[in-house]
């Protein structure tokens, strides 16, 4: 998410927009320290701040210097951190309690993973738990913007499963469904775009799965190309008998759903990191 490009964008709506808070950040987070170290500063009494010293200090051996979590996916930091929360105890709405919230559903978060890749069945709370926390986030921020009878026009820039409208390909209700629904009940709609970014390395034929390429062009386009999925939708049957694993079918009828436009970008190549100084993750 630290990418020139991203960073770019950010800046550029920083600048078209007016309102106090445009920019609304709504995952969890993959870095504790810089949450640690403000909450140093807001710490009511020297015990609670020695609390919060004790699990910055861990904090900043486990942490990488590049992108990615490390502290976050300790077996131990949830724990610490939800009994730095009852020692903070600190006043709802308030700003450590702000801080406090998002480290520990982070922690939550961040725990389903590392404990279904020990064999634990929790693996799809880290989909589901997740989508709910982006939910809750959005919702908060959606809330103080909306005042005076505003109804807020808003651009989601995530990964395609989280702005898939429906039951996404992770097993959970996604944001994007949210999104949707949401915009219905404020009389409005949504739009969702799934972006096909055509690099080099990409292979057309093996890095698409069957149930989307059925509604794609056969082969790479060499231009640009804009997909209209919605008039595809009463007509699907003929694209659905395109995937040859009958078991994947389903998911066609759910792609072709779940958004509205395909744009598909050949001669693309990944974002750059030199802003900075990390290391693409990827």
Do not use: C
């Not at 097993?171 to 055509?198: C, D, K, P, R, W």
Request: hydrophobic share 40%.
């Amino acid at each position: 998410f630290g990418s020139d490009q991203d960073l770019e964008l950010l800046a550029m709506i920083g600048k078209l927009e007016t309102g106090p808070q445009p920019l609304w950040g709504l995952e969890q987070t993959t870095n504790s320290t810089r949450y640690l170290e403000e909450l140093r500063t807001l710490a009511p009494n020297a015990t609670v701040r020695a609390k919060v010293d004790a699990v910055l200090v861990r904090s900043r051996k486990l942490e990488p210097a590049q992108y990615g979590p490390g502290y976050m996916t300790d077996p131990a930091s949830l724990a610490e951190l939800e009994g730095l929360q009852r020692a903070f105890a600190a006043k709802p709405g308030s700003r450590p309690d702000f801080l406090l919230k998002g480290l520990v559903k982070s922690a939550e978060i961040y725990s389903y993973y590392t404990r279904a890749e020990a064999g634990e069945p929790v693996g799809l709370y880290n989909n589901t738990v997740r989508e709910q926390w982006l939910k809750d986030t959005f919702m908060a921020d959606y809330r103080r913007a909306a005042t005076g009878g505003k109804t807020p026009k808003v651009m989601f820039k995530f990964g395609d499963w989280h702005m898939f409208r429906g039951m996404g390909p992770s097993g959970a209700y996604t944001t994007g469904n949210f999104a949707h629904e949401f915009a219905i009940s404020n009389g409005m709609q949504a739009v969702g775009i799934e972006l096909i970014a055509l690099r080099k390395d990409f292979d057309y034929a093996k890095d698409l799965p069957d149930y989307m390429r059925a509604v794609l062009p056969a082969t790479p386009p060499t231009e640009p190309v804009l997909i209209d999925l919605r008039p595809l939708r009463p007509v699907g049957k003929q694209f659905r008998e395109r995937v040859s694993d009958k078991a994947d079918q389903w998911l066609n009828r759910a792609f072709v759903n779940g958004y509205e436009f395909v744009l598909i970008l050949p001669d693309s190549r990944r974002a750059d990191m030199k802003l900075t100084g990390l290391k693409t993750p990827f």
